[in-house]
């Protein structure tokens, strides 16, 4: 059990009904730690996304940072803006002790459904989607947090084509305090070698699974095999498949670009998002 006062220092004192406050409409998302419910806000009328997170595998996690002032899910979300990043509208604890976290309900597809289809997006559309998350990642980094589980789950595709990132429950401060060896937290086929091998690791991590999921846009297949385990993982810190074995057309610009991005080494990766979206400034491709 948590020390007495945990989740209120980092949700708030006070206390919301989540069942008079909030109608859950339906259940969209079961994530390891928590339940995602579109739902209408009594208050408001809006359709909202309400997560409700489960405090016994919140806790182990959290636990973690205590005594470093690490803010919550819901205060690192509201400091993240961006045209690619949910919006965070409330979060605190509801009258039964359960922390929640009140987003924008975004209507689409998640990524990862879209490329599970196996339907090969066009060359144009896959330039398009790793900009956008890129882009996302990018104002992660320049808000001070680095996001710690960039994979395809993690983005809705909205019905006019913008690209969301939607999730910041394992997000955390860019400092090497919150960075230390031992954090092995991610997806493990996204996973960065350094968190894998329990190393110091920074926000290059990011830039690796975002490196991941932008090979699997492009290809519909992953750099290493792919895994539903950290043994998956382990192998993220030898060769990769270049991805021109699976697109021979893809610009070199961009190819090279996306391969940088899932070097070993962290050193040899871009140094920020922006830089990634530099070097493909000039790749344009036709349908």
């Known amino acids: 059990m948590p020390p007495p006062g945990f989740f209120e220092r980092l949700f708030g004192s006070s206390r919301v009904q989540l069942d008079r406050r909030y109608e859950r409409l339906q259940e969209s ?13 009594h208050e408001t009328g809006a359709i909202v996304g309400l997560k409700i997170i489960d405090p016994k595998k919140l806790e182990p996690v959290e636990g973690r940072y205590k005594g ?25 604890m509801s009258s039964d002790g359960r922390p929640y976290v009140v987003q924008e309900f975004v209507e689409g597809t998640l990524l990862h459904s879209l490329l599970s289809s196996r339907k090969a997006l066009t060359p144009p559309k896959r330039l398009d989607l790793v900009r956008q998350a890129a882009t996302a990642i990018a104002a992660v980094h320049k808000s001070g947090f680095v996001h710690r589980d960039i994979c395809p789950r993690n983005f809705i595709l909205r019905p006019d084509g913008t690209l969301v990132l939607i999730d910041f429950g394992l997000t955390v401060p860019d400092k090497p305090v919150f960075l230390q060896p031992g954090n092995r937290i991610g997806t493990p086929n996204y996973m960065a070698p350094e968190v894998v091998r329990r190393r110091q690791a920074d926000r290059r991590l990011d830039v690796f699974s975002f490196g991941v999921t932008a090979y699997e846009i492009c290809t519909l297949d992953l750099p290493w095999p792919r895994g539903t385990s950290g043994k998956a993982a382990l192998a993220h810190d030898t060769s990769p498949a270049d991805i021109r074995q699976h697109w021979p057309e893809i610009p070199r610009p961009f190819g090279d670009a996306i391969m940088a991005c899932i070097a070993a080494e962290p050193a040899q990766r871009p140094e920020t998002l922006d830089a990634f979206l530099a070097r493909i400034k000039g790749v344009a491709l036709d349908a």
């Open 29 to 41: 998302i079961t994530g390891t730690m928590s339940q995602f419910y579109k739902a209408r806000d």
């Open 68 to 92: 470093l002032g690490k803010p919550s899910e819901g205060e690192i979300g509201q400091q993240i803006t961006g045209p690619n990043i949910v919006k965070t509208l409330a979060w605190g």
